[in-house]
């Protein structure tokens, strides 16, 4: 029995478990001996001009080596926008010399001995900034009255397609339209950023940094410290989770490599919460416009979304993001009319980057908030009009009128599976009981059917590189480029390269993280790495036997063809004739016995399910509790329903942070006010139930797994699910729509507004 | 200021600066990097080690407060023999970890439920781990794993030298 699709436990886990992960901060290479602890001086304003910054009593203070500011930094060229397509002034110094842009623009760096030595040194670097009017929320930069850049003479970074045509729609009896925001919110990997930096006498720099891809970090290394890649050995140690939040080299890790070339020593940095909270990437942040319209009998005929990104200060990824929010805006219906246009705005706060789902949850929570709107709208039960909408099953692939090629689906049966696990007809019978009693806990009932492209191109293709060596112990190594940090690859591809060769899993190394060992590679991200990671150690594996086999035939002077993999073996045994084989560690034995290889997708993949979320909500206080969460996620072929499911949990708990508790908040002054995890609303075990999860799976044909990618389902179902659920247990009171996060606060000012009170 | 602290059953005597934390302590001085520092302000418990049979947050902890105590953390809970402790087996078998940055901590804090509570409720277990915020497994599979440890009866619930754990 193939060991594929099996619950192999994590091989990763007796160490993690008993001596713990190495993080980036928990290094004691030799190389980082002497190192000194960089401390960030950062803007405590969120727009203002730079006045002055001393530094004089800094540098008096105890372990003080350096105090880096603007000026120190002038050879590097400021940060260009990542993107063509954006505003080609909006670049980003490398530490703020005329102005600041959010509150956590870095402005300079003190470099001590130790680490406390530090904190009480930057707190004695005397920085002037005179204020000015801070732009916080879409609607301020649109109004283009206060720019962040003002030689680029607009707050607009980037905008994406056109106005819908004014008779768009034309001939629909009913049309619904909502303003909805999807709120800003922060991934908070438990391991905060950390790098370190130590440059050889070979004129090499040897970082190590928490990250999720590693040779596109070195890649953007190179760029902005105008330094040929190879010099560069970039280093992901494990990584303490990313979300997104880790994908590309934060400004500060290669300013961490200039450093220690700057000071001739060894530097290292790891921030803490607070400055996590304000330094790191944030997600989301969306307000949405959303219009559908159909008939009476629930057939939809036209749907249009508006987007507003706020990008924060600096373009990062989050820029681009609402690119693939309108490719997917039509998600899993076959509406004859989708329109999607998108407009990305700078404003005095973090940048926004990927977070889990990136793009696709907040297609999702439009669309399917959109749905329920209609179905209330026209008094019909939601789930019918998805039903009598829903795009009907294919297996061959399906162009979408915003350019997306699915790969195939069977939205219905998904949908159905759910309802019928989460016993839908039972719970709209126990919410009418509810209801008519006027219980104070009353009950919502909330569905989402999803499709999101996972796999897309992400700037290094829709491949990746593997290699696989077979060594002479019998032992065997698999180098990667996916950057595993949580998913369990070590385990994964070592199941898959066993799966051809016979060799156990506890004998296979994954290597991963490290350029000079692994200089190709698309890292972690996009749901992309069983699909395309996963995909290359497959067809390394098959071209490893297949060159045993021409080695063996000849050791054994026997025909290619004659030879089969004899898994118990390890090796290439005589068709029809027990005890005759070699084994791959002998072959190995007699030369070194290594593939290396490509693998290239055709085209990304489009996963898909639907949810079904069950809530209490009390009326009087207003307090959402999710009791039931019902899933079908179908990624295809399932590699290992143990890390599969783990990465569905993490995805739900994440999508119903977002659509009950989490948000990113800023006063009018652009001051952070969830800047710690004592203010920052982060979920915890309390206030989630154990899931539901029901299989579905139908392979793609995109890789010979059949896999498509599971990491971000969880947030892209889920989030819209529960907020349906929500406004659902209080939608007999009147309430038509809550934003998310659907706080106790929020929830009761609808049920009160409702009602016809203030 | 001198301090006297028995770390996972070695005594040690150490110098430090009366204002250092105990989780930097055991991470910069004993180099237990097992310890994890996820804020700053006692909010997610990936620092939780034992100190004197209560589980607590190394991070709030002055290491000079801990001076004359006895300390586990998660390096201190493999037996002689490299036998791992019933919480640790159960992380592993139920998949209760991921990313493992807030895993020492969360493994410390189920121990502590366990001594205080050796048969909980899934609703009790998710009481008791409220201080410890994971991201990665949105906490059922934790939920599972401390579930499962319980079945191993009051050793779950202990830490090696034979020291009595209460919350």
Redesign the interface.
Known sequence: MSILGTRV??T???L????????TD?L?DDRLAGALHATFVRSTVAHGRLLSVDTSAALEAPGVVAVVTAEDVADLVPIPPPFPFVNRAMTRPWLASDRVRFVGDPIAVVLTEE??QGEDAAEMVAVDIDPLPAVVGTAAAAADEVLLFPEAGTNVMASFGEPAPADFFDGCEVVVTQPMVNQRVA??????RAAAAAWGEDGRVTVWCTNQGAQQARGQFGDWLKMDPDLIHLITP????G?GAKIGADPEYALIAWLAKHVGRPVRWAE???ENLIGMLHGRAQDQVVTIGGRRDGTIEAYSLVVDQDCGSYPRIGTVLPTLTMLMAPGVYGFPRVHAQARALATTTTSIGAYRGAGRPEATAALERAIDLFAAEIGMDPAEVRRKNLLPAFSEPHRTPMGATYDNGDYTAALDKALEAAGYAELRAEQARRRERGDVRQLGIGMSVYVEITGADNGAGTGEAASLEVHPDGTATVLTGTSP????HATAWAMIASDQLGIPVEKITVVHGDTDRVPEGGGTMGSRSLQQGGAAVHQAAGELVELARQRAAEKLEVDPEDLVVDLGLAGLAVRGTPGTGVTFADLAADEQLLVQTRFTAAAPTFPFGAHVVVVEVDVESGKAQVTRLIAVDDAGTILNP??A??QR??????GVAQALLEEVLYDEDGNPTTS???DYP?I???E?P??ELVEMATPTPMNALGAKGIGEA?TIGATPAVQNAVIDAVAHLGVRHIDMPTTPMRVFRAVQQAQGGN | MQISITVNGQQRTDEVEPRLLLAHYLREVCGLKATNLGCDTTSCGACTVIVDGLSVKSCTVLAAQTDGAQVTTLEGLTGPDGEMHPVQKAFREEHGLQCGFCTPGMVMAAIGVLADNPDPTDREIREGLEGNLCRCTGYHNIVRAVQSAAGAGPAAGQVPQAQEVAR
């Open positions: 436990v994590r990763e886990d007796p993690f478990l008993t001596r713990g992960a190495t993080y928990d004691t680490r406390y991934p908070v990997p438990l391991e905060s494990d990584v303490g989770g979300f803490n919460r607070s940090h949580g998913q369990g143990l890390l499911e783990g949990h993490g995805g739900y708990a994440q710690t995890l004592a982060f915890s075990a309390t989630l154990s899931f969880g």
